[in-house]
């Protein structure tokens, strides 16, 4: 008697072939699997909006890094929105860290619009990963005080913010 493995849901399809896509520096590949006005929002890169705008960030990815390993892990969705847990990991292609490998963890919010993505965005440590590069403290500094002031211009973030504020 011959069984086949059962076939993966449409979440963890869509996530092997979004990481093969990086992987392999597939931009258009991954760009189609996003709305065409789809944000990827990277946590190094920022919000990038509409494929061609994808397919780019993942050419600057492998412009500064090689060797990508994306791992999905736990993933869970409702087929409007999706979570998972994740593993990535490189080696710097940056000119003051060259060769070194990189590895963070984190979670990644899919927003679905119909079969699409209509939005990406993830959660990790962005310290882990830039000590990692032996950036100098001052520069991770920077780096975590751009991150810190864009979150906190987010209107979702006033909330939480204006408690502090003498009136």
């Known amino acids: 008697m011959t069984t086949s493995a059962p076939a993966a849901d449409p979440f963890t399809a869509l996530l092997t072939t979004f990481a093969d896509a990086v992987q392999a520096n597939r931009g258009r590949r991954l760009a189609m699997l996003f709305t065409e ?6 946590g190094f890169f920022g919000a990038h909006t509409g494929r061609a705008a994808i397919a780019a960030m993942l050419q600057r990815f492998h412009d500064t890094g090689s060797s990508y390993l994306w791992e999905f892990v736990d993933p869970v969705s409702n087929g409007a929105i999706g ?4 593993r990535f990991s490189y080696t710097s292609l940056l000119p003051e860290s060259t060769g070194r490998a990189v590895l963070f963890e984190g979670i990644s919010c899919f927003l679905f619009r119909g079969e699409l ?4 965005s993830e ?6 990963a ?5 950036f100098p403290a001052e520069r991770i500094k920077r780096i ?3 991150a810190v002031a864009a979150q906190n211009l987010l209107p979702d973030a006033r909330r939480h913010l204006d408690r502090f504020s003498s009136s």
């Open 83 to 86: 979570y998972t847990r994740f």
């Open 144 to 146: 975590l005080e751009r």
């Open 123 to 128: 959660a990790f440590d962005r310290g882990v």
């Open 130 to 134: 830039l000590a990692q590069l032996s």
């Open 117 to 120: 993505i209509a939005h990406y």
């Open 37 to 42: 006005d789809g944000v990827y929002e990277d």
